[in-house]
């Protein structure tokens, strides 16, 4: 089992799961707190159109899933500005949008591409030191804008109108966390996959608010959770030859159901109740 350490590949999947898993569960608080675990769904699947449609005709396929996943996210929300349509409604609609398209690719491509299906499924054991370098500067970039804005981010999480009227830009703030949601879900694709990828997002943030009261303590705990429960999904998916996203994934409700039944607050408390 040790020698499994030794190996390269294993040695990237560990560090690609890290940085997936902590970044996923930093900006999953907010995701929780405000409610947008829908967008997170929504954008993973347009993200992987634009992977299908990379490989497709030829281009690189990371750089079309964070056009296809930015384009997304911000149409719903200009949508939304302009009081068109629910933020929930568009992203439905480009949901199933972007997902008939990813079939459409691949119904064109002329043969089979197991690749395709990494990002579909997640296959973080094959991530390359090319993506795993992709992947670390994504994340930086991320959580570089996410300590620069956290003042911000939190107050709109909470109360979006009470910050505008607090003089906060409250809607351009709002775009910059949608933008952050995109990079993250183009950051996780290769690990956990399309399907799985908003459930890292998601579990993480949700299992730290069953175990405090604190807004820093909340960050933390989502913190070492996510990035424990992908580490274990990497470990337990080598180890057994398992696929890796339904590893962490799996691994990540055990922990949530556990942390329900140790939670402090019962089974009743929500969101809106964190201080």
């Given amino acids: 089992m040790l020698e499994l350490f030794t190996y390269d590949f294993m040695q990237r999947s560990l560090m690609a799961a890290a940085m997936v898993g902590s970044l996923c569960s930093v900006i999953g608080v907010f995701v929780v707190l405000r409610g947008l675990a829908f967008v997170g769904a929504g954008t993973s699947h347009a993200a992987f159109a634009g992977v299908t449609l990379g490989y497709l005709i030829g281009w690189p396929p990371l750089a079309l899933a964070i056009l296809f996943g930015l384009s997304t996210v911000w149409i719903s929300g200009w949508v939304e500005e302009k ?26 491509m002329k043969t089979y591409n197991a690749e395709v299906y990494g990002y579909l499924f997640g296959s973080v054991l094959s991530v390359t030191g090319e993506e795993l370098r992709i992947i670390g500067g994504l994340a930086i970039l991320v959580l570089g804008l996410i300590v620069a804005f956290s003042k911000e981010l939190y107050f709109i999480a909470f109360d979006q109108e009470m910050a505008e009227a607090s003089g906060i830009p409250a809607r351009r703030i709002f775009f910059l966390l949608l933008t952050l949601v995109a990079l993250t879900v183009v950051v996780a694709l290769k690990t956990v996959g399309a399907i799985l990828v908003f459930a890292m997002i998601l579990i993480p943030a949700s299992t730290a608010y069953q175990l405090t009261h604190s807004l820093r ?52 408390a929500g969101p809106g109740h964190t201080h």
């Avoid at 009081?83 to 064109?108: C, E, H, N, P, Q």
């Avoid at 933390?220 to 057994?240: D, E, N, P, R």
């Fill in 83 to 108: 009081g068109r349509m629910k933020l929930d409604v568009s992203i439905g609609i480009l949901y199933t949008a972007t997902m008939a398209l990813a079939i459409l690719f691949i119904g064109l």
């Fill in 217 to 268: 303590t909340l960050t933390l705990y989502s913190v070492i959770i996510g990035a424990s429960t992908s580490l274990g999904g990497v470990i337990l998916s080598a180890a057994w030859d398992v696929p890796s996203g339904p590893a962490i994934v799996l691994l990540a409700t055990a922990v949530f159901f556990i942390s329900l039944l140790a939670s402090p607050k019962g089974f009743k």
